[in-house]
């Protein structure tokens, strides 16, 4: 498809347009989409500030964005080989890895051991050009079919929902156990149904304000950080035992501290929140009472798997909708986004 289309072009730290650009033309194994939904992630408003330089982009100008969802317009050579055919609706992922590697061919290809190297793996929205703009090319390995019924808007989110279901997973979550959430944001609202999804008897939030305040409005147990020490009013809910399993999606030092101490005698913290800073850790609980922690990094085959519960309401992504933008207004979107007096869960931004 021959012709012009709209993107969010950051410049450079902080300095973004809306500017015309080309459409991008599908390669071998890839197929060019109609976004019709983007989500912001925290991730977009890093990478805008310049919070990962050289890194996340590797340079400037550069389009963000990776959870989308839209129509496929054009295919690219073999794409139909794989069933895909122009107008089939599909919601987006970002690791485009080298599927060669260890750890790829051992199915953890968010992994992949050939990361950022160019011509083996590429990530949308990341090292390679994203999803804010009215098109975009992805390789075949991530796109997913939307469920009939599914909005696009709510399609934006199967990536975040596919993260927040990794990390129950590497919880290790059995049949009745206590999980507690520290974090209610996206990816702690939506963790907190996953760990529900996965066994969970019981699953208990801890945050603040109005987030904590719709934590308890999705029937999660809520403790707000700011009323006492949440350590102790877990330990207190658990009768003196603990959790079973935290899911850190807070991604601070205090948070992380409090998730250990949290943890029931051979229980395990997973963590996909990132701190930006060290973190200090007692380690004699770690080893006498057997306790894991685990790392998270966004998904590994959760997005087939969690778009079922997302269409039959187990998985509940649409209700964490707060707002939506026009690709022109994305300066205002963002700016809602980083205001937590807004309100703001996730926005969808319509190009």
């Not at 012009?4 to 450079?12: C, D, F, I, K, P």
């Amino acid at each position: 498809m021959d012709g012009m289309m709209q993107a969010l072009v950051v410049q450079r730290p902080n300095a973004l347009d809306i500017s015309d650009v080309p459409i991008p033309m599908p390669g071998r194994d890839e197929v060019l989409a109609r976004v019709r939904a983007v989500s912001i992630c925290g991730t977009d408003a890093h990478l805008i500030r310049g919070d990962y330089p050289g890194f996340w982009p590797p340079s400037f100008p550069f389009t963000p964005g990776h959870e989308w969802a839209g129509e496929i317009v054009a295919l690219g050579e073999n794409a139909d080989i794989f069933g895909w055919r122009i107008g089939d609706r599909v919601a987006g992922t970002s690791h485009n890895a080298c599927g060669a590697c260890q750890k790829c061919v051992e199915g953890r290809y968010n992994l992949c051991e050939n990361y950022g190297k160019p011509g083996l793996h590429a990530q949308y929205g990341h090292n390679v050009q994203g999803a804010y703009a009215t098109y975009v090319t992805h390789n075949v390995r991530c796109i997913f079919r939307l469920p009939d019924g599914m909005s696009f808007d709510e399609g934006a989110l199967a990536d975040p929902a596919s993260i927040a279901l990794h990390v129950a997973r590497r919880g290790n979550i059995h049949v009745g156990d206590t999980v507690v959430v520290t974090g209610a944001g996206a990816i702690g609202l939506l963790a907190a149904d996953a760990a529900r999804i996965c066994g969970a008897s019981s699953v208990v939030v801890v945050g603040r304000g109005h987030r904590l305040q719709l934590a308890a409005s999705l029937g999660f147990a809520a403790i707000d950080a700011h009323s006492g020490d949440p350590v102790a009013q877990v330990i207190d809910i658990t009768g003196g035992l603990g959790a079973d399993v935290v899911l850190e999606c807070a991604g601070v030092p205090e948070t992380l501290t409090w998730a250990m101490d949290m943890l029931r005698r051979g229980g395990r913290c997973a963590m996909v929140g990132i701190p930006t800073e060290d973190v200090s850790l007692k380690c004699q609980r770690l080893v006498l009472d057997e306790l894991e922690l685990v790392g998270s990094r966004a998904s590994a085959g959760e997005m087939r798997r969690v778009l079922p519960f997302m269409a039959d309401g187990r998985m509940r992504a649409k209700e964490l909708i707060t707002h939506h933008f026009s690709l022109s207004d994305y300066s205002e979107a963002l700016a809602t986004f980083n205001d937590r007096s807004s309100g703001a869960m996730k926005i969808i931004v319509h190009p």
